[in-house]
């Protein structure tokens, strides 16, 4: 049998300071929303470490979906869902509910069209007093940018001149004409950043 999962080697790393994270933002109860799940490697993780949460994952890369699928069959956690196809940037999210929205790694690898709307459908999506938690590198006002990350910015233009480092000042202006306040910025390991907002 041909084996659909793939493994982004940062999410060994990656996944457990998140998770980290994650337990202190996220309800304790409902449905949690991953938008650009990617492998599934994550959404696996967090579903098994999560288990009072039903995880939806998504990706709108039929690939991503097919190794998320493999990986959740793979795995059987029991409250992992099966992905669903969303582009963020789309007007319409075909999720009815969710309780929270988890978006990693996607900001910087995707036009900032797709960043403006996560934000608009996680403000549409979300109620009063849920959590939007981002995980990624930034660039920060006034702060010099790690050489590590520089180097990162550059290699994604030259891959995409749509991708990139985005301001962490920006993202948090767009989040907020959505409804969102600024909770908590994290500093995580290799120089990335988890940013919480929560719904007004
Ligand atoms: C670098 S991967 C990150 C995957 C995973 N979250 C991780 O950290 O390993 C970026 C993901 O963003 C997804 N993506 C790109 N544009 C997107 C969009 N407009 N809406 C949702 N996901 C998008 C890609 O399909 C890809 O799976």
Redesign the pocket.
């Known amino acids: 049998m041909f084996d659909l999962r793939r493994i ?1 080697p ?2 060994a790393r990656n996944r457990d300071p998140i998770l980290d994270v994650l337990r202190d933002v996220l309800p304790g109860s409902g449905t949690v929303l991953e ?5 599934g490697e ?1 959404a696996v993780h967090f579903a098994r470490g999560l288990p009072h949460l039903n995880w939806q994952p998504s ?3 039929a690939d ?1 979906r097919l190794s998320i699928a493999a990986w959740r069959e793979a795995e059987a956690v029991p409250n992992l869902k099966p992905p669903l196809e ?4 789309a007007p319409d999210w075909p999720v009815e509910h969710a309780d929270a929205v988890v978006c ?3 900001i910087h ?2 036009p900032w069209a ?1 960043t403006l ?1 996560l934000m608009v459908g996680a403000g549409r999506l979300l109620a009063s007093g849920a959590t939007l938690v981002l995980y990624g590198p930034y660039h920060r006002e006034g702060q010099a940018t790690a050489p590590s990350n520089a180097a990162f910015d550059e290699d994604l233009r030259l891959r995409n001149p749509a991708w990139g480092l985005r301001l962490l000042e920006d993202v948090v202006r767009e989040a907020d004409g959505q409804g969102f306040d600024l909770d908590r910025v994290v500093e995580m390991p290799a120089n990335n950043l988890t940013v919480v907002f929560r719904k007004r």
């Open positions: 982004a940062a999410t938008i650009a799940s990617g492998t994550h990706d709108p890369d991503a969303l582009d963020a940037a990693i790694n996607m690898i995707s797709a709307g």
